[in-house]
């Protein structure tokens, strides 16, 4: 059973008494400390009295540990390194959003910050940070992180957010340009192809290929940013791979619409995952976001 804090020795005192092992004196310790040599003294003679033993032994040529006071200096300077540890961490928390999600660029402009958008309507008091990154890791100083791949594999709290398909999609100008009634016309067009470095993207050959066409396929435009790849296709540059769940507001205005009706289901998932030592405040996010509309 742990200690309450009354049954153990004054603060002052252990610090005193930390500081003056350290040194292995009086005087250095009360420099450190700002006070009198008399008063680190005092204060180490009552946490003798209080513990009834010896901490130092003390002769004319200064003072030297007990054995017993060797054994309390260990004690109190890991303790004091575990409180250290703690105010950092508060500290740093403190310093930073309440909230820290890793996601990336697509995901974050797309989904995510029209999201918190409803979500600070009700939750106005809580502070979230976006961490937006495109190589595929996870930032590591997060209390929760958006992917884009097989959940079955993380460890910890995950909850998939969208089972996604995907389209080609292009810029009405561009669908009325091209006739376009087969897979093969389409492979034979200007293509936006967006370089992922997120394993299990799915890119056109592979689109193609999941609805039996493995035949040749343009190469034309390349850019490693989703939302560039989307701005592209809507400056009727060319057709672009819609996931439908990341491109519906587009859809639903217009400016980007089907150019066949054939749809790829992902064999991956979105979701979230909650890091481990998350704050409830985070905990509260992770809820929203799973229960979303």
């Known amino acids: 059973m742990s200690k309450r804090p009354y049954d153990l020795p004054a603060m002052s005192a252990l610090v005193a008494f930390e500081a003056a092992a350290r040194h292995v004196g009086f005087k250095a310790a009360a420099r450190e400390l700002n006070v009198t040599p008399a008063a680190i003294s005092h204060q180490i003679k009552a946490l003798e009295t209080e513990l009834r033993c010896p901490l130092f032994r003390r002769h004319h040529r200064g003072v030297e540990l007990t054995e017993t006071g060797a054994y309390l200096l260990v004690a109190l300077q890991r303790g004091f390194e575990t409180m250290s540890d703690a105010v950092d961490q508060l500290r740093q928390r403190s310093n930073r959003a309440s909230v820290t999600i890793g996601v990336t660029t697509a995901v974050s402009s797309l989904w995510l910050t029209p999201k918190l958008a409803q979500f600070w309507k009700s ?11 495109d190589t ?11 992917h884009y791949g097989d959940m079955s594999r993380e460890a910890g709290k995950c909850h998939i957010l969208f089972h996604d398909r995907i389209m080609a999609l292009g ?17 034979k067009l200007s293509l936006i192809h967006f370089e992922s470095a997120v394993v ?16 040749p396929v343009k190469n034309s435009h390349r850019v490693n940013n989703y939302v560039i790849a989307l701005q592209a296709a809507r400056d009727d540059m060319g057709a672009v791979l819609g996931w439908v769940g990341l491109t519906k507001r587009f859809i639903d205005a217009g400016e980007l619409v ?8 992902t064999t991956e998932d979105f979701y979230v995952r909650l890091h481990p030592h998350a704050s409830e405040r985070a905990q509260l996010v992770y809820d929203w976001l799973v229960n979303a509309p």
Not at 123 to 133: L, M, P
Not at 136 to 146: K, R, T, Y
Not at 258 to 265: G, I, Q
């Open 123 to 133: 939750h106005g008091d809580v502070s979230v940070a976006q961490i937006v990154d």
């Open 136 to 146: 595929g890791q996870s930032p590591a100083d997060c209390d929760l992180s958006i």
């Open 171 to 187: 810029s009405p100008r561009f669908a009325c340009a091209h006739e376009i009634k087969r897979v093969e016309d389409l492979a």
């Open 200 to 215: 299990g993207w799915t890119d056109w050959p592979g689109w193609f290929r999941a609805l039996g066409y493995t035949g």
């Open 258 to 265: 089907p150019l066949l009706p054939e749809r790829v289901e």
